[in-house]
């Protein structure tokens, strides 16, 4: 199961506080779920996750892993803002059929369902790994790392950056990223001959080309140097290609 920790953010700045340090517009969080990042001033990635309004709070929905170095981060940024930060006797609760009343939509794409925020722990926890491969949606922890630019995992189509908010940390390099260079490397979804494991290392012409990471059958998504990915490549003994 994928633990997540919801934090909530309150105090009459908590708005503008995270405004100014995370990759999307928070003024979405009034009308559904706001899927975003806080990165590095050298524009790495540190954590992703889900923001809620609840009230005059915001929810933070995040991978439990993430939640204390991010409630840390946060901290070191808070100076003499008006904002208090504490983990919310909440649970995720997830699913891909119709919504709930209390369901948000998921923002990154249609098909990865919704999410709901309850004091109940949920009995199961949806698979959606074959979902992400399908629709080439990064996992934190997997395709998500702390040497992840946020353009090359895909944030823009996932909904998760907005190149008019604004300055927050990290947005320089971002906005250089997205104005001024061709991307050279990011995620791809790959079909597979054979059998890889995830975290395999990808050749082509027996030169580094990429890695491999969430595998479904014979679909993966793999982060890959463009430039060499081109026609067939192995990982192990499987052959790989874009898919």
Known sequence: MNLRRILRISGSD????????VTNDVGGVDT???YAAMLTPQGKY???FFLLADSEDILLDVDDTLA????????????RADITIATATLHVHRGTGPAPDDGHADPRHKELGWRAYRATIPEDEPDLTALR????????GIELTP?????EAGFERLNGVDFKKGCYVGQEVTARMKHKTELRKGLARVSLDGTAEPGAPITA????AGTLHSVAGNQAIAYLRFDRAKGEMMAGDAKVSRA
């Not at 491969?133 to 934190?140: C, D, G, N, S, W």
């Not at 040497?147 to 353009?151: A, E, H, K, N, S």
């Open 133 to 140: 491969v399908a629709h080439l949606i990064p996992e934190t």
């Open 46 to 48: 540190i954590a992703d």
């Open 68 to 79: 204390d170095s991010l409630i840390q981060r946060l901290s070191m940024y808070k100076l």
């Open 205 to 208: 012409d027996g030169k580094p």
């Open 14 to 21: 908590a708005r503008d506080f995270l405004q100014g340090l």
């Open 147 to 151: 040497d992840t630019f946020i353009l």
């Open 32 to 34: 559904g779920l706001v």
